[in-house]
């Protein structure tokens, strides 16, 4: 562990930061800790040690780690079917997946894979994040009703819905709305002074105690005091599949949370973070977390935010902030009792309703209707089907769209003119005057800027009638790269020329792109004396040959 990043610490603001911080994080982890169905206390252990070890071994100064509302909806959906099918041994094997998520996110800082984690189209992030917020929203409706979680899921939960509705306890729906209340009708003045997540905690709890006995609506009760209990790893071999693939999920997810608000983190401060360090510590912090039953965490963009303004600027603030949640844990956990399960419900709809990118959704459709189509589909896949599957086909039809967008902007940077009249290609007068010179029979092949396999068919096309001409000039001085594709649609093209008996000259002055021609063998098919370093040189060459042909 380096003490880079202390170098900017201050105490008042870093104990302002961190007692802020903790105060905000207080009913965000009761409320992920119940949603997931590991219990308050998994989501305060999760905010502690996440917290501290991603905060002492991280990448980034004033980031926050805790549980966030992605990584406990998918949190929740792992322990649902690791608890369903080994009601036994289940819970263990939940959290066996966190520690294998945090070794995957150890794994890509370690190989330095950090920077490629959000090289994702942002319709891609938008919609999953989107998804995400409305799953959250829809897996906390039956407590906001006062009932259980029915078994399903997403899918499980809406069907379910008629008869959740039909059971309603009206005082739970009570609180759970009035909760709502006070979260989206806050003033916003007063917001930087006071969280007010924990205002519509104390508030509606309080309301709650004077207006209903304890035991006449369903409430926390008393978190267990102490140190978290050790739960060692559990794997079944029947099901290692489905648990590496959704460390894999929790991983990936992590990565994207934390690196986006590590960015958000160094706009405010004019830092530059670790993507690779940061990494490695969140991934050390989940390890120990799922290590001792807790919620893995990520990067919160809302804590870092409010860190930031309040004044911390080093990991110190992070520490502050574990340490106070630790002793409210450790000390004072009876104070959770009396809190309404409908008033975490609350929360964690107001979060689900905040992980909704509103802004994003509202304009999209003036933006793009491509953008638009992806980010609803990502959203609706997020939802109904999968999150890798989301991703995936998400990723996959915006690469898509972008590979033929940029074809058509590639392909017109491919000119072949045998006229010196055409105004397409950059020459000089002389240049010019030579290629007119020519009589037509020189054709003149010039592409410019980087090259990739969609202007392979452009390639082809434009040297189509090369019988025609009795040198082609191939002009790659402005290429400063090409794939593989591309060389060899080049490489066809001077077969072409050479079985036409049309001579080919060469003009390619970046070292990578002759190199790539040389792997590819391309330049076996021409002489020395066919490869030249200036146009002129080239089309003075070629005047001479059809000078000499008949």
Known sequence: MKFERFKNWTLKGDLFGGVTTAVISLPLSLAFGVASGAGAEAGMWGAILVGLFAALFGGSSTLISEPTGPMTVIMTAVLTTMVSRYPEGGMAMGFTVVMMAGLFQVILGTLKLGKYVTLMPYSVISGFMSGIGVILIILQLPPLLGQGTPDGGVLGTLQALPDLIAHTQQSELLLG??????????????????????????VVTLLSMWWFDLEAIRRIG????????????????????????????????????????AVIADSLTREEHD??????????????????GALPGAGC?????????????????????????????LVAGFLTEPIPMAVLAGIAIYVGFNILDRTFIQRAHKVSLHQTVIMYGVMILT????????????????????????????????????????????????????????????????????????????????????????????????????????????????KDAVDANCQVFLLCPHQKTRDQLERLHVKNWLTDDH??????????????????MP
């Not at 909760?179 to 009708?185: E, V």
């Not at 007063?190 to 519509?200: D, F, K, S």
């Not at 993507?275 to 001792?292: H, I, T």
């Open 177 to 202: 709305l009035l909760t709502l209340g006070i979260l989206f009708s806050f003033p916003q003045k007063y917001r930087r002074y006071m969280p007010v997540q924990l205002v519509a905690l104390v």
């Open 222 to 261: 008393v978190i267990p005091t102490g140190l978290p209990t050790l739960m060692l790893p559990h794997i079944d071999s029947e099901v290692l599949t489905t648990m590496m693939v959704d460390a894999l999920v929790l991983g990936t997810l992590g990565c994207i949370d934390t690196l986006l608000s």
């Open 275 to 292: 993507s690779d360090k940061e990494l490695r510590g969140q991934g050390l912090a989940n390890m120990v977390a799922g290590l001792f």
């Open 301 to 329: 963009t809302m804590g870092t935010v409010v860190n930031v303004q309040v004044g911390g600027r080093s990991p110190f603030a992070a520490i502050v902030r574990a340490l106070i949640l630790a002793a409210v844990i």
């Open 383 to 494: 939802v109904l089907v999968d999150l890798i599957v989301a991703v995936g086909v998400g990723v996959f039809i915006a690469n898509i769209i972008a590979i033929e967008h940029l074809s058509r902007e590639q392909e017109k940077q491919v000119k072949a003119i045998s006229d010196a009249d055409e105004d397409d290609v950059p020459l000089s007068e002389m240049e010019r005057a030579l290629l007119d010179s020519a009589n037509g029979k020189v054709l003149f092949f010039y592409l410019s800027g980087p090259m990739i396999f969609s202007v392979s068919k452009a390639i082809a096309r434009q040297h189509s009638k090369i019988e025609e001409f009795d040198v082609m000039i191939l002009d790659l001085s402005d290429v400063p790269m090409i794939d593989m594709t591309v060389g060899l649609a080049l490489e066809n093209a001077i």
């Open 531 to 548: 490869t030249f370093d200036s146009r002129y040189d080239a089309l003075r060459a070629a005047h001479r040959v059809t000078e000499v």
